[in-house]
């Protein structure tokens, strides 16, 4: 959008359209074009990579390797059918359960809580201590010893035989992670659980 007023554009695109890592290589090639149109000179920008489309063709066939379809029992596996069930505000009326009638809680860890999460250690890394709490947090609330987080990803090394360094797209990729709260439920062990647990998923 261009506002003539103060000669400046406003771009919006939708998070569908570009992810988190599209941006840098979008501004580069914007102020190439605009320079270039600038000058009245022929618009030139660098190389093309891999196109979201071909990225797409080549997760599709990566999908149907033996290699992936022999994880499918693993995931299957899974327990499922335990997972909890997220408490509904109106549970009579679940229509009324919208994004409106939602609260949103905000927490911030301070240096002396955070430093021994991101601190290098052999045993675990820093997401496994997040989801852990988030575990037990799920499950108090949910009344089940089994949760289900998504875990996101920017899924540009999925695909091996793919050039992703200057695509832009939204190539997020979602990872399901099923983790059963041990009995006792103290954070030692639960952490020491979901390492166990999060190693043990497929590839």
């Known amino acids: 959008m261009w506002s003539q007023a103060t000669r400046s554009s406003f771009l919006c695109p939708h998070h569908f359209v570009i992810d988190a890592l599209s941006w840098n290589v979008f501004w580069e090639d914007f102020e190439a074009a605009y320079k270039h149109a600038s000058r009245g000179s022929d618009i030139e920008l660098p190389r093309q990579t891999t196109s979201f489309f071909d990225w797409a063709g080549k997760l599709r066939l990566l999908a149907a390797t ?48 955070s430093e021994p ?10 997401e496994h201590v997040l989801l852990g709490a988030l575990a037990q947090v799920l499950a108090r609330w949910t009344n089940s010893s089994v ?3 998504d875990s996101l990803g920017h899924g ?33 062990s639960v952490l020491a659980s979901t ?8 590839p």
């Not at 029992?73 to 229509?95: F, I, M, T």
């Not at 190539?171 to 030692?188: F, K, Q, S, T």
């Not at 390492?195 to 497929?202: I, M």
Request: glycine share 2%.
């Open 66 to 113: 033996t290699k992936v379809q022999a994880t499918i029992p693993q995931w299957l596996a899974l327990p499922w059918s335990e997972v909890g069930r997220l408490p509904l505000d109106y549970p009579v009326s679940p229509a009324a359960n919208t994004n409106q009638s939602a609260e949103m809680h905000e927490f911030c860890l301070n240096l002396r809580e």
């Open 147 to 149: 949760v289900l987080v």
């Open 156 to 188: 540009r090394n999925v695909v091996e035989d793919a050039d992703l360094s200057r695509t832009v797209g939204f190539m997020l990729v979602y990872e399901p992670m099923v983790v059963r709260i041990p009995e006792g439920n103290d954070a030692v």
């Open 195 to 202: 390492v166990e647990q999060v190693r043990a998923l497929p």
């Open 117 to 126: 999460i991101v601190r290098r250690n052999r045993s675990y890394q820093p």
